[in-house]
């Protein structure tokens, strides 16, 4: 670094220290080439041991994408499918409990479900899905349905989205993924997705479940065709809202998958952009506590380096993901819990299972499939650690 930029990141570096807000031109900077990454993210990792000692966490978990037909057409999108398209399909009520029952058979404690609007299913085919999911296997936390979903929900209902919600919550429904963020700002909202939930309806919609009590994640969808100011522009947004309601857990920065999309010409950032907006990431959002690398999108060696630029969590096992694999992601279908551990342990942090909603998880150690859920992580970070003390 020269000399202006030396300064220029002591600055910087003081005010993070001293616990002191960054700014946009703060989270501008840090993204110039000229910054070096090590340099951002070994004050990006001071701020995680911090806020969460040397724990490395994960959670074991599966998807369910009940249908791949919608009536959006996002360039970003590889997974969509119109409703006579050779690939389009429909999960049901037999093929939704299955997906249950394997996850509880496996151990899961979470089921992540998100998939198309389908313009032929109406708001009871999808509440269905989560009562019938609820009632069968009680013990599976239901993350379920992004914004955009929620106000397509709203759409077909003509009911509040305090109403959806409710009612969602009301037949099982524990929480709520980030997806649907992309970006913010409509200079590249507008390109990406300009028919779904706008910017204004993810907040409020993230709004109104943190009100009613329903802790949810946020993301950043990155690498596509947006500039340093609008990924901070968009940390920024997600920040104030945090301030006001404090309902995020995690945030998850996306890497944009190019492959079988309409943005097909764009290269995918590179493993040195990931980590940055990783560690960048985790400097910006001083109000939330936990930063997932999510090794799906990233790549299993990526993520699992970024548990020293910033990140806290890997996610877990993750199985049946189909939205980033149609983009072209090469990771693996699961990752085993063997690996997931390993992965953790090799990069010099304490493994610990976590369930959705960040309490440790406790499992027999004679009966894989009977666990509990116990104390908040919170409670864990001073306990465990961090390097060095």
Request: net charge negative; aromatic share 8%; proline share 3%.
């Amino acid at each position: 670094m020269n000399h202006d930029y030396e300064t220029r990141f002591r600055e910087i570096r003081n005010k993070v220290e001293a616990q002191q807000r960054l700014t946009l031109d703060d989270g501008i900077f840090l993204y110039d080439p000229n910054v070096p990454l090590q340099a951002v993210g070994e004050l990006a990792n001071w701020v995680r041991e911090q806020k969460n000692g040397n724990v490395g966490y994960y959670n074991i978990n599966t998807h369910l994408n009940p249908t791949n037909v919608c009536v959006y057409r996002c360039r970003f999108c590889a997974f969509r499918s119109d409703l006579r398209d050779p690939k389009g399909y429909v999960m049901n009520d037999e093929q939704i409990l299955a997906r249950g029952r394997e996850a509880t058979e496996n151990g899961c404690t979470e089921m992540h479900i998100v998939g198309g609007l389908h313009h032929q299913k109406t708001y009871e085919w999808y509440r269905n899905m989560i009562e019938i999911l609820h009632r069968e296997y009680p013990k599976i936390h239901l993350k379920g349905w992004t914004a955009v979903e929620i106000n397509w929900f709203e759409f077909q209902t003509k009911k509040s989205v305090r109403w959806v919600l409710e009612d969602l919550k009301s037949v099982g429904l524990g929480s709520m993924p980030g997806g649907g963020a992309e970006i913010f700002h409509p200079e590249v909202r507008d390109q990406l997705c300009e028919h779904k939930a706008n910017t204004h309806a993810w907040l409020d919609i993230h709004r109104t479940a943190h009100q009613i009590g329903l802790k949810t994640n946020c993301t950043m969808l990155y690498g596509h065709v947006e500039k340093a100011f609008h990924r901070i522009d968009h940390l920024l947004r997600l920040r104030d809202l945090q301030d006001e309601t404090g309902g995020f857990q995690v945030f998850i920065p996306l890497a944009f998958h190019p492959e079988n999309t309409k943005l097909s010409d764009i290269k995918k950032s590179s493993a040195l952009m990931d980590l940055r907006t990783i560690a960048i990431s985790r400097l910006m959002l001083d109000n939330v506590q936990h930063i997932k690398a999510y090794w799906i999108m990233l790549g299993v060696e990526t993520a699992q380096t970024a548990l020293a630029y910033g990140a806290d969590d890997l996610d877990g096992t993750v199985r049946h993901e189909l939205i980033y694999h149609d983009a072209g992601a090469t990771t693996p279908e699961f990752l085993s819990i063997d690996k997931i551990r390993g992965l953790i342990s090799e990069a010099g942090r304490e493994p610990i299972e976590r369930d959705t909603i960040y309490r440790r998880v406790h499992r027999d150690p004679d009966d894989f499939k009977n666990w509990k859920s116990g104390e908040p992580v919170s409670s864990l970070a001073s306990a465990v650690g961090s390097v060095g003390q």
